[in-house]
């Protein structure tokens, strides 16, 4: 039963792998199977988290990529073909937060979100298709949104904007793909405890959040695992343009 969600023999590239939800699911996409390229800025930190990987058995590579120059994104691509073969999964999850109020933000603040969370994934994307394409390969692109693509959040005007662009994207490329079996869908989380936040979400600001969850708890990274196993592989053949939501009903909660 369990067999298509297995993605033995396939390549996936993981977008900003070098920390959050980038670290966790490189080595999720290698236990099902997938040899692994990590991607990021930072190559020394990927490398540290690719050498693990192999440590425990599985495929994996470090390739430097800056996802807002199309240049650097290309050149990655590339590196990963000549190692693996065509890349057949793409996990566009690089993004940034700036959290300012708008009246706050200076052009900078306002460039460089919508650049690494929704050019960023426009970039690989049409790289990655490129060459699915021409290989004739078929694959599977998801694309990390966020509930602000659905509701917002004070102080974030330039992170939802990306978000809801990122989720209308998927839609768009999944109809333009589809025709070339090249599947596309993003995965929309709500909030999830990560070293970064965690201490945060101790807080009375961070209780107070938690409160307007209708399962009254954040996410855990591993409750990610089969949404994005499910997208990423033959399990899901038949889902292109879909935006999975995966928040504790978050989303639903009461105005």
């Known amino acids: 039963m369990l067999k298509s969600f297995s993605l033995q023999g396939k390549v996936a590239l ?3 792998a070098s920390s959050g939800f980038g670290c966790h699911f490189a080595p999720l996409l290698a236990k099902a199977g997938a040899r692994v390229v990590l991607a990021a800025r930072r190559t020394d930190l990927i490398q540290q988290e690719a050498d693990k990987i192999v440590a425990a058995g ?16 290309a050149s990655a691509f590339e590196q990963a073909q000549r190692h ?7 996990i566009n ?31 690989c994307t049409r790289e990655s298709a490129k060459r699915m394409i021409a290989a004739a390969s078929g694959g599977s692109i998801v694309n990390i949104a966020s509930i602000t693509a659905d509701r917002v959040q004070k102080a974030l005007t330039n992170y939802c904007a990306s978000k809801a662009g990122v989720v209308q994207f ?28 965690r201490e945060w979400f101790k807080t009375e600001d961070g209780q107070a959040l938690i409160r307007r969850i209708p399962q009254r708890r954040t996410g855990e990274l591993p409750e990610l695992d089969g949404p994005l196993l499910l997208l990423a592989s033959d399990a899901g053949s038949l889902m292109t343009g879909a935006a999975i939501t995966v928040d504790g009903g978050h989303v639903l909660s009461e105005l």
């Open 58 to 73: 599985g495929e994996a590579i470090a390739v430097t990529m800056d996802v807002t120059d199309s240049a650097s994104v």
């Open 14 to 16: 993981v977008t900003g």
């Open 170 to 197: 998927t839609k768009a490329a999944a109809v333009e793909f589809a025709q070339h079996n090249i599947r596309v869908n993003a995965l929309c989380p709500g909030y999830f405890q990560t070293p970064l936040n």
């Open 93 to 123: 999850n690089a993004g940034i937060t700036i959290p300012k109020l708008l009246l706050d933000q200076d052009d900078d603040d306002w460039n460089s979100v919508i650049a690494t969370n929704l050019t960023g994934v426009a970039y």
């Open 84 to 90: 693996f073969g065509v890349v057949t999964v793409l």
